[in-house]
């Protein structure tokens, strides 16, 4: 994943964003892209790269399933998530952005009572670390997640200042630590 950017914009407008994806996420999403143009193209027009008489591609639906896979790997190296939060209005959005096309929506903003950061265990034996806002009664949301505890730590220390709360490391089993702002 990319850099984590946490910006405080006008007063109590906070972004967090995962930034700009590296170089080389870019150049592959822009391979993907370019594989499904091409067979999009075969798709609807019968294009062919090597065409050979009597066969034609038009409407083949499995140049068409290709050109899906194509697209969905692409949208997956090139997409950013941001979470925007307005304090004012008291409500925060999740956005998914490819390019200039961002998909996501306004909701209540619940009071939070801590950010936390802990240490998961996936199912394959390996761990990721977890940036949560928790809220009245229990529930929390997940805003940010990776393999680096470094990244996500300074991700909920930035986060926990922002909001004004305060921070739980649970990055260590059993020994959980508070840490006041």
């Known amino acids: 994943m990319a850099f984590v950017v946490l910006k405080q914009m006008a007063k109590g407008k906070i972004i967090i964003s995962e930034?700009?994806?590296?170089?080389?996420?870019?150049?592959?999403?822009?391979?993907?892209?370019?594989?499904?143009?091409?067979?999009?193209?075969?798709?609807?027009?019968?294009?062919?790269?090597?065409?050979?008489?009597?066969?034609?591609n038009r409407w083949n639906f499995g140049v068409f399933y290709l050109a899906v896979a194509c697209a969905s790997q692409g949208i997956l190296f090139s997409s950013v998530k941001s979470i925007f939060f307005d304090l004012e209005n008291r409500n925060y959005k999740e956005e998914y952005r490819v390019g200039p096309c961002a998909v996501g929506r306004w909701k209540a903003l619940p009071a939070i009572e801590y950010v936390s950061v802990f240490r998961q265990l996936k199912a394959n034996g390996t761990y990721t670390y977890e940036v949560n806002l928790w809220v009245k009664g229990n529930k929390s949301f997940t805003i940010y997640e990776t393999n680096e505890m470094a990244i996500t730590f300074a991700m909920g220390e930035s986060t926990a200042k922002a909001l004004k709360v305060n921070l739980l490391d649970a990055t260590v089993p059993n020994n959980y630590k508070w840490i006041n702002f």
């Not at 080389?24 to 370019?34: G, I, N, S």
């Not at 798709?43 to 062919?48: A, I, N």
């Open 19 to 56: 930034g700009v994806r590296p170089l080389w996420q870019t150049l592959v999403a822009a391979a993907f892209y370019t594989v499904t143009f091409i067979l999009l193209a075969m798709f609807f027009f019968g294009y062919g790269i090597f065409p050979e008489n009597g066969m034609d």
